[in-house]
C-alpha cells in the first residue's frame, strides 16, 4: 500500500510538472511603419558598407496574444551591419498588452535586401504583470515594403512560451 501511494504521489508531482513546463503556442502577423528615428552611418573606403540603428512602431494585424492578454503595440529597435545587398540584425522589441503588461524580446536576422526579405529568430528576454516570468521563442518572416534600412515591413511570427504557475 506504501508503494502504491508513493508511486501515485510521483505520478501526480510528475503531472503537476509537465502541466507548468507546457508550451503555448503564439503565432501573429506585424505591421510596422516606417522608422523614426533612422540611423545609417557608412564606413569610410568600404563600398556598400554602413551600420545603422532604428525604431519601428508596428501594430498586430492578427494573432500575438500571449496568456489570455492581447498586444496593443509593439516597437522594435534595431542595430543593422549592411554589405552590399544583405545586412544582419540584433533587436530588441517591446510588446505592450491593456492595461500595463509588457513583454521584451531579443531577435537576430537576416536581410535580403533584393528580395525584399528578413528572416531570424526571437526569444523572450523579460516582461512586468501577469506575463512576468514568461519564457520563449520562435521565428518570424518578414516582408520589406522597400530596400533602404529603415523602410516598413510586415511580419509572420511563430513561436512557443510558457508562463510561470499562477501562485494560490
Known sequence: MKMIRCFLGVVCALAIASSALAQTKVSGTLDCDKADPTYLVPVPGREGFAFGLSQNKCTWL????????????????TILEVTGASALSTAAGVSRYTPADAAYSRSTGTHDRQALTVSGYWTDTGATGRLLGIKGGGTYTCKM?????GVGYTCEVQGEYTLPAVKK
Not at 500575438?64 to 496593443?72: E, F, I, M, N, T
Open 62 to 77: 492578427k494573432g500575438g496574444s500571449v496568456g489570455g492578454l492581447q498586444p496593443a503595440e509593439f516597437f522594435n529597435t
Open 145 to 149: 515594403k522597400g530596400p533602404e534600412p
